[in-house]
């Protein structure tokens, strides 16, 4: 028996694909129109990317099958491959957009991920949100009305949080477009329209600061995608590890800076094939800072054991998923 539903998105999804490659390039050249283009021509072509960043939306919707498939439909290899719904799952993000069409395909590039997402059109909208909420990391388009996203973050960065990581968003992906958001504060730059590996890559990159999410990237490297050499890797991995912190815990003085050290270094050499930059930077600190009270050096542990800790459910999920295979 034929499944109607079944059949009927998977032509949608590939319609979707052979309209998506074109519709970049056609957007693609309206963009350097635009860059060359006196102010007087600038709204005839800014109305033209603003109806084709809208037809990008649709195409993207339906890619996405956000109506009919289940979260897990949703994510591909690329997701799995990069880990990034295990590291994505929970964060709180605040997205300032102002255009209906752009919340709506955000959030379902979002949704799967099980991130929570508050949205602001504008951004007072976004300062009264910040005042209520901590949030993990800001999406924030640059043309807005009432508050753009340059007043936005000058304010933000003055009155609210100088740390929190914010990513620009625009249709203009001139250099110069580019260099003045960082200057005014941002941390990273995306233009309109993007990928939604483009988006998972910025998002990751930013938030994997403030995390103890585990990356496989070095690891898939090394074994070149040899299935049963990254199940042994994966096995001495946690084996060592467990047997460097076991070590490490039982450290109680400061005559022992000596042996600390090393086991500082070889957590950091055994580390090297699965990246948790956290802690890549705290066992970093332990191994070459000379000027750490041993308090400072105390607490500094913990949060070393504690961060492999909270750690190893992925990785051992991950070796489950290659014992499967």
């Keep these: 028996q034929v499944n109607t539903e079944e059949t009927k998105m998977r032509f949608l999804k590939k319609a979707g694909h052979e309209l998506q490659t074109p519709m970049n390039i056609i957007l693609g050249n309206i963009q350097e129109l635009f860059s060359a283009a006196n102010p007087n021509q600038r709204t005839a072509f800014y109305d033209i990317i603003k109806a084709g960043n809208q037809l990008q939306v649709l195409i993207q919707e339906i890619l996405d099958g956000s109506a009919t498939f289940k979260k897990w439909e949703l994510l591909d290899d690329s997701d799995m491959k990069n880990n990034y719904y295990q590291f994505l799952k929970g964060k709180r993000i605040l997205l300032l957009e102002d255009n209906g069409l752009n919340q709506k395909l955000m959030l379902s590039l979002l949704k799967p991920y099980e991130i929570e997402v508050d949205v602001a059109s504008n951004g007072i909208e976004a300062l009264e949100f910040c005042t209520q909420v901590k949030y993990d990391l800001i999406l924030c388009d640059l043309q807005m009305p009432i508050m753009d996203g340059y007043a936005f973050i000058q304010i933000l960065r003055s009155d609210f949080d100088k740390n929190i990581p914010v990513i620009a968003m625009s249709a203009l992906v001139l250099d110069k477009e580019k260099l003045k958001a960082l200057e005014a504060g941002m941390n990273g730059f995306i233009g309109k329209p993007f990928k939604k590996e483009q988006l998972m890559q910025e998002l990751t990159k930013h938030l994997q600061k403030l995390s103890n999410v585990p990356n496989f990237n070095p690891l898939e490297e090394v074994t070149k995608g040899d299935t049963a050499f990254m199940r042994k890797m994966l ?34 050499s055994t580390s090297q094939i699965i990246s948790i930059p956290q802690i890549e930077e705290q066992l970093q600190q332990l191994e070459e800072d000379e000027n750490n009270t041993w308090e400072e050096i105390k607490i500094l542990i913990q949060e070393i054991i504690d961060g492999f800790y909270s750690a190893f459910p992925i990785i051992k999920d991950r070796l489950k998923k290659l014992e499967e295979i």
């Design 235 to 268: 096995k001495n991995y946690l084996v060592t590890v467990t047997q460097y912190l076991e070590e490490l815990s039982t450290i109680e003085a400061e005559s022992q800076i000596s042996e600390l050290k090393q086991l500082a270094h070889k957590l950091r």
